[in-house]
T-cell receptor, first 118, second 109 residues
Framework: GAVVSQHPSRVICKSGTSVKIECRSL??????MFWYRQFPKQSLMLMAT?????????EQGVEKDKFLINHASLTLSTLTVTSAHPEDSSFYIC??????????????FGPGTRLLVL | GQNIDQPTEMTATEGAIVQINCTYQTSGFNGLFWYQQHAGEAPTFLSY??LDGLEEKGRFSSFLSRSKGYSYLLLKELQMKDSASYLCAVHDSNYQLIWGAGTKLIIKP
């Protein structure tokens, strides 16, 4: 099946610093990638939809200036958490939509990045 | 509004069968997905239904009734490693994925 990688898997940073998370589709091209956040014991919350070559679409309540998304190529999207604060500590998961040409457009998930802001 | 309902938690015995239900009310429908998520890990794709009926894949089967806005995931011959959360998600008319809150499945020996 399709493989999506995410780096780093875990990061601890000081409050006020910025953290960049990379999401790569390893064996397929993805014009669309998604960024999710998941707090403990809660469901996935879509933060933004990242389209290659265009600006990301953010969900309501997600600050676009705080969560910078760049989708530079068909296999790479990055999420930068700027000026991170303890409340940004969460599990960040990306997914990539495989273009099959048919009705099935399955999202495949990266392994996630656990962010802890001290 | 758009809504997906699934039970919060279920308990089953190793070796048994369990059915996890999912009902949805969405603006349009373009397919329903089931994902498995172990604690601390990202979700993994299990199944996809877009037409009515049963899709079988090994120990796991997924059923869809579009007229009833209803799906279930059936897990047979339960193993301890099946303990996880199971997420139901629906593609709406814009192919936006609407997520359920997930069902935590606890398997007991």
């Amino acid at each position: 099946g399709a493989v999506v990688s995410q780096h780093p898997s875990r990061v601890i940073c000081k409050s006020g610093t910025s953290v960049k998370i990379e999401c790569r589709s390893l064996d397929f091209q993805a014009t669309t990638m998604f960024w999710y956040r998941q707090f403990p014991k809660q469901s996935l919350m879509l933060m933004a939809t990242s389209n290659e070559g265009s600006k990301a679409t953010y969900e309501q309540g997600v600050e676009k200036d705080k969560f910078l998304i760049n989708h530079a190529s068909l296999t790479l999207s990055t999420l930068t958490v700027t000026s991170a604060h303890p409340e940004d500590s969460s599990f960040y998961i990306c997914s990539a939509k495989e273009i099959s040409g048919g009705a099935l457009e399955t999202q495949y998930f990266g392994p996630g990045t656990r962010l802890l802001v001290l | 509004g758009q809504n997906i309902d699934q039970p919060t938690e279920m308990t089953a015995t190793e070796g048994a069968i369990v059915q996890i239900n999912c009902t949805y009310q969405t603006s349009g429908f373009n397919g329903l997905f089931w994902y498995q998520q172990h604690a601390g890990e990202a979700p993994t794709f299990l199944s996809y239904n877009v037409l009515d009926g049963l899709e079988e894949k090994g120990r796991f089967s997924s059923f869809l009734s579009r007229s009833k806005g209803y799906s279930y995931l059936l897990l047979k011959e339960l193993q301890m490693k099946d303990s996880a959360s199971y997420l139901c998600a629906v593609h709406d008319s814009n192919y936006q994925l609407i997520w359920g809150a997930g069902t935590k499945l606890i398997i007991k020996p």
